[in-house]
């Protein structure tokens, strides 16, 4: 029998039709698709446009950062759902297109959550349940921490086998950044990983800038930051050794060539 799998779409403005279509489209069929829907008149309108899927409204609190809003949005649909008629939780955006066997092949891969970043996530109810009682934690990164908190304690985290598609990149205001900056920190990011980051968008400036207030405000890390911080000083530790191999390897070709 194929695993019964539950697809919730978080969108507050962006229209979730080709988000829709894509899971539809999947060999491997899901059981349910929910979208949550912070605008009112794009709730009407997809209401209207659309008798097969199930959509809710959540008006947002925009005094929240994205992260706390989105995991209000998704929890309060869940409210009305029994999580435990489902094996698999699929949490996708609306800006997001899932290839014709994402679902097929990322199940393969038989992990407690397949994906990298929140815009599509494949994640084990079972463990979604254990973890986290069955809801996403209310915090500005709130897919970061699913990532984080479950690699701390030891559960399976891959990145997708076959890859989902952003249909584009969303710019954001500088306040965004700001907000990334402070969730870095409380995550136990270490300095170095938070400056390459302007390395990507300049305007991570601004997300240097709430990484170093936090610092200096010594606010509240979440409980599995020292590991994530003790990990990324380790993967950097490892970097440097490939390199410095690297590097005698060359200059060892260049001698035996002399």
């Known amino acids: 029998m194929p695993p019964k799998i539950l697809a919730i779409i978080p969108t507050l403005e962006d229209d979730p039709t080709d988000t829709i ?8 069929k899901v059981s349910k698709i929910v979208v949550v829907v912070g605008s009112w008149e794009l709730y009407k309108k997809m209401r209207a446009a659309d008798r097969v899927t199930e959509y809710v409204y959540v008006r947002p609190n925009f005094r929240d950062p994205l992260g706390k809003r989105v995991a ?10 029994n999580l435990k008629e489902y094996e698999w939780l699929l949490r996708v955006d609306a800006d997001t297109l899932l290839p014709r066997r994402f679902l097929e092949e990322n199940l393969e891969v038989n992990a407690d ?18 973890i986290f009682n069955g809801l996403f934690v209310g915090v500005g990164a709130e897919d970061s921490y699913i990532l984080y908190k479950l690699l701390s304690v030891g559960h ?3 990145a997708w086998k076959l890859q989902p598609v952003v249909k584009g990149r969303k710019r954001h205001e500088w306040g965004y950044y700001s907000v ?9 990011y270490e300095p170095l990983h938070v400056l390459e980051t302007m390395l990507h968008d ?4 601004f997300t240097v800038l709430g990484y170093i207030i936090a610092l200096v405000k010594r606010y509240k890390r979440y409980e599995f930051a020292n590991w994530v911080f003790k990990t990324q000083l380790y993967r950097l530790f490892l970097r440097k050794k490939r390199y410095e191999n690297l590097q005698n ?3 060892r070709s260049q001698t035996l060539i002399m």
Do not use: H, P, W
């Not at 209000?72 to 759902?81: W, Y």
């Open 180 to 188: 990334r900056g402070v969730e870095m920190y409380k995550l136990g």
């Open 113 to 130: 959550c397949v994906g990298r970043a929140g815009y599509a996530m494949l994640l084990r109810r079972e463990s979604f349940d254990k």
């Open 156 to 158: 399976v985290v891959k």
């Open 249 to 251: 390897y060359k200059y």
């Open 202 to 205: 300049i305007r991570n400036v």
């Open 21 to 28: 279509r894509s899971i539809l489209n999947q060999t491997v």
């Open 72 to 81: 209000t949005a998704l929890n309060q649909a869940l409210s009305t759902i």
